[in-house]
């Protein structure tokens, strides 16, 4: 099942006009495919997929799952097919790693009954995915953040939801982490599940990214989107992000100033 | 094995604890007597006058109210907790037993609670939603722990002002100020079988749709948006979480008064020992609540031959208990 923007618009309310985020935007997550937004801070990257996921109500186009209306579904049916990672997850108490990806099956499981033998082998699979077996007896809030990390992703894949949405999944995390994140995407792209995710790193986006939207942030809903490697390149992302950008082999590299 | 062992435990410490309870007060009944009387009494076998008057007339409405209205405001803590995502949370902290409370002196104040029986809860559980959607309103966008304590400080100042204020202007009622003291002291001095009779039905109910809510509490401790990617109608979710705590906080007050902290610190005890799952904690608070509140009611009869309020005990222990919860969260935090 795919997701998909239709001619949407976000906007947020400014001093004397709304700053239009994102206009006439089509866009498909689909699965296979790895699709990642890049934009300065406050371009809408998190509106953008809050909205897909239905948090947000957007001005102007809509959001469609499979050939419905988002809202056609219920929300256990769209929690079957979309999950979403949040940028930032604060645990209240205690709980060990194993009971938070357990979380994940709730919506497969009925309000009353408990979870079953095969939801704990869906979590015991999820954690192995993610290479957190030895985690899952663990005070989530004892974790690093790598581990949190992997952990959190674990509840996604629990969910057995084909389309992932991950809101800057790499940016509390150092590049030792943040490579295998994204390595394990891949992987998770490669058997089937389509990606969704916001990133910082544009040299990482570039690298990781099948496809790409790129928010320019001007107030008036520019963007640009496409293959990745078309999309993130020097001049428009010098444009963009008001730095100097140079294409050296394949690697991107930045200095302040254009 | 050891879950099943450790609850049953639990669940034998509660009976037993209400059997001590049946044996403390003028009259002297030990607990073999006390359980003597009891076989009897399942057999069908009549009771001496004496101990059918004290024990069952007096002693066993008032254990069994204390126990009930313990379940339903530990209950009505795990919720409140699960609800705002925070151990500081809890129906007296955040004044939702006090908006109750203050509900329920208009009530008196106005005379409309002699109409029916049903008035009062009624009326206390009105407060007990209305404060809480209150606090939804003015915290909906600042969710962090110091907002959402300070609103409760400001809703729980307000509701006990407008107690006041009800009072004072109904001061040359005599009787009418009598009743209100003593009933918002918290107490169950007085209370007996007809308390017992309206408040358990809506407790029971209160208690059961608590734990039918156990898997979207479960889900919140992920963020309320993160919750509704994952099923949960979080509109739908506050409106049930809200009558829950409404009808537990408002029975259980309009029975026997505001009996303060209990709401906070079972949850606590509870997590500990059963765990933050709320398929668990939620029954372990009930249990641990009708406890708490049966020592403090049976502490205060044992220890002071004059009449203090259970409501005083489980406030001066309550008190302590938060100001250090306080300090560890923030240390946490910091």
Known sequence: MTLRAEQLGLKVPGPRADRWLIRELDLEVAPGTVTVIVGPNGSGKTTLLRTLLGLLDPPEGRVLLGDQPLSHHSLRARARVCAWLPQRTELPWAMTARELVMLGRAPHLSALAGPGKHDHDQVTAALARVRAEELGARDVRTLSGGELQRVLLARLLATKAPLLLLDEPTTALDIGHALGLLELVRELAAAGHGVLMSMHELELARRYGDRALLLRGDGAGGHAIGAAKQILQPGSLAEVFGVGAELVGEQLRFTTGR | ?334
């Not at chain 2, 009779?197 to 479960?218: F, K, M, Y």
């Open chain 2, 1 to 334: 094995m050891i879950r099943a062992l450790s609850w049953s435990i639990a669940v034998l410490a509660l009976l037993l604890a209400a059997g001590l309870a049946l044996t403390v007060g003028p009259g002297e009944f030990g607990l073999a007597e006390v359980l003597a009387h009891l076989a009897d009494k399942l057999r069908g076998v009549e009771s001496p006058p004496m101990a059918e008057a004290i024990l069952w007339q007096l002693r066993l409405p008032r254990v069994l109210l204390a126990m009930i209205v313990g379940a339903a405001l530990g209950c009505a803590g795990a919720v409140t907790q699960g609800l705002f995502r925070n151990p500081l949370a809890s129906p007296g902290v955040l004044g939702i037993s006090t908006g109750a409370a203050a509900a329920v002196v208009i009530g008196f104040a106005l005379g409309i609670d002699e109409q029916a029986l049903w008035i009062t809860p009624v009326l206390a559980a009105v407060g007990a939603g209305l404060i809480l959607a209150l606090l939804f309103g003015l915290t909906v966008r600042r969710r962090d722990l110091a907002y959402l304590l300070l609103t409760g400080v400001a809703l729980n100042a307000l509701a006990g002002a407008v107690s006041t204020v009800t009072l004072a202007l109904f001061l040359d009622r005599h009787a009418l100020a009598q009743k209100a003291m003593t009933w918002m002291l918290g107490s169950f001095d007085g209370r007996g079988f007809l308390q017992l009779g309206w408040a358990s039905g809506p407790i029971v109910l209160g208690l059961l749709a608590a734990w039918a809510l156990h898997r979207p509490l479960d889900l919140l401790v992920l963020g309320e948006e993160t919750a509704a990617t994952l099923g949960v109608d979080r509109g739908r979710l506050r409106l049930l979480a809200a009558t829950v705590v409404g009808v537990l906080v408002g029975t259980a007050t309009a029975a026997v008064g505001a009996i303060g902290f209990v709401g906070l610190i079972v949850p606590h005890l509870a997590r500990s020992l059963a765990g933050q799952a709320h398929v668990r904690l939620i029954p372990a608070s009930m249990l641990m609540g009708a406890a708490l509140v049966l020592a403090a009611d049976t502490l205060s009869r044992a220890l002071t031959p004059m009449f203090v309020a259970p409501g005083a005990v489980t406030s001066l222990l309550g008190g302590v208990f938060f100001l250090w919860l306080l300090r560890r969260q923030t240390s946490e935090v910091g």
